[in-house]
């Protein structure tokens, strides 16, 4: 079992920055990639970016491209994720999951993750 916990969310300005963490706990070692993932109200849970654990090696869907960065602290357990540039429409709650195998480029789908954090709240005004 790998336990996920999300903090760093909050209110915000448009145009501002926000830094999320995810702390793992449990079972970390077999963990291969940590995912973040957003969810509107009425809306489905949508793909964020997602880290690969032992590379470093990141990939981020297109509306936050150039925006949001995935980083890793692999000692402590943790995946932060940077939110700059902030919009009213990244408002959302925000969720780390927790891969434990290589999926190559399917990290966009909530079905490869194995654990699910209980999510933080991200609400940006304008």
């Known amino acids: 079992q790998v336990q996920l916990v999300e903090s760093g969310g909050g209110l915000v300005q448009a145009g501002g920055s926000l830094r999320l963490s995810c702390a793992a706990s449990?079972?970390?070692?077999?963990?291969?990639?940590m995912g973040w993932f957003r969810q509107a109200p009425g809306l489905e849970r949508e793909f964020v970016g997602v880290?690969?654990?032992?590379?470093?090696?990141?990939d981020y869907a297109d509306s936050v491209k150039g925006r949001f960065t995935i980083t890793r602290d692999n000692a402590k357990n943790t995946v932060y994720l940077q939110l700059n540039s902030l919009k009213p429409e990244d408002t959302a709650v925000y969720y780390c999951?927790?891969?434990?195998?290589?999926?190559?480029?399917?990290?966009?789908?909530?079905?490869?993750?194995?654990?699910w954090g209980q999510g933080t709240q991200v609400t940006v005004s304008s």
């Open positions: 999951a927790a891969g434990l195998h290589n999926y190559g480029g399917l990290y966009f789908r909530t079905s490869v993750y194995d654990y």
């Open positions: 449990g079972r970390t070692f077999g963990v291969y990639a």
């Open positions: 880290i690969r654990l032992s590379s470093g090696s990141a």
